[in-house]
């Protein structure tokens, strides 16, 4: 419902050509009106999705929040003579199951400058993730900074478990 409610968002500021954010905002509350009236579960499934909707928002505001700090830490990195990189590849065990939970995933952790998704298992039950910064000393620290800050947050808005 969620991804209805953002391609009901995008039309409308297709159809009424003003590309702005109070325009898109718009069109994803008059969309949320239109699905909230035309489905069966009206007023049962509204917390769900009203839910879904403020975790999505955290995750977004989160993931730009972690751009911004990867950027910092990698322009640092470019512009000093000290090199702090210590680079490392982690199998990260996933709780993602399906295709589209995974890719999401592996396509989130290559956005972020300074990792990149290698490799899913042929088992589907780890990620293996290059990075620049792993301490080599607290590999666990980085699996789950991976798996609480990333993963976690993904899956609560991905899936419709309270």
Known sequence: MFALN??????????????????????????????YFASEGG???RPTYITRVIKAVGFSI???KELIISNF??????????HYMQP???????????????????NLITLTP????????????????HAMYVDPKNIDGFRQKIKDDFERRLLEVMRDEP
Request: glycine share 4%; hydrophobic share 55%.
């Open 114 to 129: 300074g990792t990149l998704s290698l490799e899913v298992s042929p088992d589907r039950k780890y990620l293996y993730i």
């Open 62 to 64: 989160f993931f730009i």
């Open 73 to 82: 830490k990698l322009m640092i990195e470019v512009l000093t003579p000290t």
């Open 43 to 45: 007023l049962t499934e």
């Open 6 to 35: 953002i391609l009901l968002a995008i039309a409308w500021t297709a159809l009424t050509n003003d590309l702005s954010w109070f325009n898109l905002l718009s069109g994803f509350a008059l969309g949320y009106v239109i699905i």
């Open 88 to 106: 490392g590849v982690v199998a990260i065990p996933l709780e993602a199951k399906t295709d589209f939970e995974i890719t999401l995933l592996a």
